[in-house]
């Protein structure tokens, strides 16, 4: 086994082997493995860092509806946007571990990563992110690392 693979394969068994809540997935995916895109990531990481993006993005989207109607007045006074600057950085601070996390999902299913390119393309993008996103694992380890912890084999 070479020394890269070897690397890789540690940054994949770092992590514990104990089940986690979705929240931990997402907060891992967010703070810790942000800009890690060798390894791999099983299907309940993926699913729930995007469950939680879009928990999150919803909630900061209607907070700023509320506020910019509330900067309004509530009625027909000067529009604004400025409520929606907290949704706005939110996607700002997402967009590298949501690419990270496709990356690593990619890994997991035996594909190169490079593939995540398919997901920004118009009209193609959602079904190819829905189609990553529910292929099962590749079984055994791959060139990317060990099966991620969680997976029978």
Not at 74 to 83: A, E, K, L, M, V
């Amino acid at each position: 086994m070479d020394g890269s693979l070897q690397q890789r394969g540690r940054i994949a068994e770092n992590h514990s082997a104990r089940s986690m809540g979705l929240w931990a997935y997402f907060l891992r995916a967010l703070i810790d493995d942000y800009r890690n895109f060798s390894g791999r990531a099983r299907r309940k990481e993926f699913w729930a860092f995007y469950l939680w993006f879009s928990v999150v993005f919803v909630a900061l989207f209607g907070f700023g509806i509320l506020l910019n109607l509330a900067i309004s007045g509530f009625d027909d006074g000067p529009t604004t946007s400025i409520g929606h600057i907290p949704s706005l950085l939110f996607v700002l601070v997402a967009i590298l571990p949501s690419i990270a996390v496709v990356v690593r999902r990619l890994h997991d299913i035996g594909l190169t990563g490079w593939l995540v390119l398919l997901c920004y393309t118009p009209a193609l993008g959602t079904v190819v992110f829905l189609i990553f996103g529910l292929l099962p694992s590749q079984f055994g380890e791959n060139r990317w690392g060990p099966v991620p912890a969680g997976i029978m084999v």
